[in-house]
């Protein structure tokens, strides 16, 4: 039995202390500042309420997405499998883990790879940008894209993570011209994605400079990686380090329109404090593509595939019903105009 690594180790934790520990933002996810306007007379049929899409030559059928969250272990290996095969009975998309600890230990790859439980879903790979400055390159990136067969490749931004880690990784120095190479050489899209404390105006710019597919803001108001690697702290320092930031970070409805206002083309994917499909629409009709979850979905799949699955029928129901409350048959009619600011 082959030793285990220190990165390993740390993906276990996460997955103890999300499972396990209030890891939560002191921040909002901004989106309970919105409200629909109710339609008495929708004029729909509900059993009529259109929630595909198409997105990179995929066709969803609803907007979700489960948010990339683990991999590199054997319980991962597990919930990931499970995840996927609730995302194909469903037809939504689905992000993995990062995939560092399977590149460094290729006997982990396996852990990652859950094209034959979905070989239809719409399906992202996932590698720290970071590690574009401490030897990797678009032969790694291609590796992550090629080890899952995935069809667009996460690029994740975590600099706060870094800092208040034991031993992260904090050169993020030069990056945003090694991202924009990685796009330019990739054969699939690239997306970025913060992994839960928002994209201000500044990086969307950035990133749109860089020539990525799409930006996933992972804003503030869900999972804090500052909690939860306060919860997984060697010492006490290091401990009251990462307490300090649980306030930190854009909420997703504010990082949502920061995009939209730097970069109005850019394709959005929004996550971070999500709760149900009510968020994801309203999501949507502030300009986002997707909705990403990730803590609902980890829950349910630490359960079984039935679980997993039944809290994304959900999700998609949530959002057909506040469709239809708002008078909107079709995904593209989800517009701004039908929220009102409270």
């Not at 300090?244 to 730097?262: C, H, Q, Y």
């Not at 949507?284 to 997707?290: E, F, K, P, Q, R």
């Amino acid at each position: 039995m082959s030793k285990v690594a220190p990165i390993d180790q740390r993906k276990a934790d996460h997955i103890k202390i999300n499972l396990e520990q209030d890891v939560r933002s002191a921040l909002t996810s901004g989106l309970e500042k919105y409200r629909f306007t109710h339609e008495a007379l929708p004029e729909l049929d509900l059993e009529r309420i259109n929630t595909t899409l198409s997105l990179f030559g995929k066709k969803l059928n609803s907007p979700i997405l489960v948010s990339s969250m683990t991999g590199g272990t054997d319980a991962a290996k597990t919930i990931n499998m499970r995840l996927a095969e609730a995302a194909q009975e469903c037809g939504i998309a689905m992000g993995v883990g990062s995939q560092r600890a399977a590149i460094e230990h290729p006997e982990q790859a396996e852990s990652f790879q859950v094209r034959k439980a979905a070989p239809d879903i719409l399906l992202f790979a996932n590698l720290g940008a970071v590690q574009l400055n401490h030897g990797y390159g678009i032969d790694e990136c291609r590796k992550a894209v090629e080890m899952i067969q995935a069809d667009a490749l996460y690029l994740h931004l975590n600099p706060l993570q870094e800092a208040v880690q034991d031993a992260g990784d904090t050169n993020f120095s030069g990056l945003a011209k090694k991202i924009e190479e990685v796009c330019r050489k990739l054969e699939v899209p690239v997306i970025a994605k913060e992994v839960g404390w928002g994209i201000s105006e500044r990086t969307a710019k950035l990133l749109a400079d860089c020539g990525v597919s799409a930006i996933d803001v992972a804003g503030a108001g869900g999972t804090s990686w500052s909690q939860v690697e306060m919860h997984r702290a060697p010492d006490e320092f290091t401990r009251q380090l990462a307490g300090t930031f649980v306030g930190w970070g854009i909420p997703t409805a504010e990082s949502i329109l920061n995009v939209r206002k730097a970069a109005p083309e850019m394709t959005i994917f929004a996550s971070g404090g999500i709760k149900d499909g009510l968020d994801i629409a309203k999501c949507i009709a502030l300009g986002a593509t997707l909705g990403g979850m990730a803590g609902q979905f980890l829950k349910a799949a630490a359960i079984s595939t039935e679980n997993a699955a039944e809290a994304m029928k959900l999700t998609k129901r949530q959002i057909e019903v506040t469709m239809f409350a708002s008078g909107v048959g079709r995904l593209e009619d989800l517009k701004a105009e039908k929220l009102i600011a409270i």
